[in-house]
């Protein structure tokens, strides 16, 4: 069982979603308004998390499968990545299995091997997210994610609404 977990999805979150990988360069962002970079709003999920010293992280992202959870970790400000205790994909067998359920269905399946005793999701993909959870999700928007006012003040909210007994 774990206790405090944040679900952290990348693209549409820390930078804007049109994220491409290409085998010699990486990642990269295409389609973007100029000066989008990416995890350009990683500092500010660092910000809002300070606050929660007990919140871990588990990656879920497509970033997982394409790079490992190890490279997809790596990515992040060490503040983040001591946070990261896996990923809601944990092997290619799991990759192939949950490639075909939506990301809110990957997020359950992950909480109920886990057991956390509270979590949150951040993503901007919100589709067939299950109704019963869908309090659990700040839904950001896949352009501006943690860019956006609105949802910096939602996963505010949240996090101390989840987690702000557990300071």
């Not at 929660?52 to 970790?73: C, E, F, N």
């Not at 950001?140 to 609404?161: E, H, I």
């Amino acid at each position: 069982m774990n206790g405090s977990l944040l679900y952290l999805d990348f693209d549409g979150v820390l930078h804007h979603h049109n994220v491409m990988f290409h085998p010699l360069i990486g990642p990269y962002l295409s389609a973007a308004p100029e000066g989008a970079v990416l995890f350009q709003h990683m500092n500010v999920l660092q910000d809002l998390l300070k606050p929660y010293p007990a919140v871990q992280i588990v990656l879920s992202t497509s970033w997982v499968a394409r790079l490992g959870l190890a490279m997809a970790k790596k990515q992040l400000h060490p503040d983040l990545r001591q946070r990261v205790i896996g990923a809601t994909c944990r092997s290619s067998k799991d990759r192939a299995r949950m490639s075909n359920l939506s990301r809110g269905q990957q997020v359950l399946a992950d909480v109920h091997q886990r057991q956390p005793t509270a979590w949150l999701a951040v993503d901007d993909d919100a589709s067939d997210w299950p109704m019963a959870y869908r309090a659990r999700l700040v839904h950001t928007d896949k352009y501006l994610g943690l860019g956006d006012m609105q949802a910096v003040a939602a996963l505010q909210s949240a996090l101390m609404a989840t987690f702000g007994a557990q300071r």
